[in-house]
């Protein structure tokens, strides 16, 4: 892994617009603006035991407590501190960096962009898509959990599939691995997704609260 790595440079560019938005700028992440995003990712990394809170729904209050302490710094100092991870956080890592972050940052970077007056999809390079696609393919089986459905995907650039959840006749998500991975971290600021299959269970799946 380099520092070239999708991972890495959507962490980059997501400081980059953080700092451009300002901290009051809204983001895709209910009510939280983009301090309250940067202080997210600074837990998720650095806190433990907030870290816990953000994955175990009881346990929230951990998470919601080490962001206000996090908060009372400065911003500036915050994206700074965000935009090149601690070698003593594993995400720090290669191969932790690739798997956890690749989809975190895509996912996190995208709800600042999408949040704003005019946004427009990106246009990544097949490599990258391709390596949002490994990313989903693994963290998509507990992201489509809530809705209990067979769910599968289909890659519209490649024509590649995936089982997420599997199933006889499942509700079947097909776009950009990029769309893809937005629609299945709970986002629905999507362009480009088509959905087929029995149509409760596509219904079920839209208006489920997927994602972490």
């Known amino acids: 892994m380099t520092r070239h790595s999708l991972a890495r440079r959507e962490r980059h560019d997501l400081c980059d617009l953080a700092l451009a938005l300002g901290e009051d700028a809204d983001t895709l992440c209910g009510t939280w603006d983009a301090k309250d995003l940067v202080a997210h990712l600074l837990v998720r990394e650095h806190r433990p035991l907030g870290a816990i809170g953000i994955v175990v729904p009881p346990l929230a209050g951990l998470a919601e407590r080490e962001m206000a302490r996090v908060r009372r710094r400065d911003f500036a100092v915050l994206v700074e501190r965000l935009r090149d991870p601690s070698l003593l956080t594993p995400y720090a890592l290669p191969g932790v960096e690739e798997l956890l972050n690749t989809a975190e940052y895509f996912v996190h970077h995208e709800d600042l962009r999408r949040a704003q007056a005019g946004w427009e999809p990106r246009v990544l390079d097949p490599t ?73 269970r596509v219904a079920k799946l839209r208006r489920s609260d997927l994602g972490i």
């Open 128 to 200: 990258d898509e391709s390596r949002l696609w490994a990313a989903i393919k693994v963290a998509g089986r507990g992201l489509v959990r809530p809705a209990g459905v067979p769910v599968r995907i289909e890659r519209t650039d490649t024509g590649a599939t995936a089982t997420l959840r599997r199933g006889a006749d499942p509700a079947v998500v097909s776009g950009l691995p990029s769309e893809i991975a937005f629609f299945l971290f709970g986002r629905d600021a999507v362009r480009g997704l088509s959905f087929s299959g029995p149509q409760e």
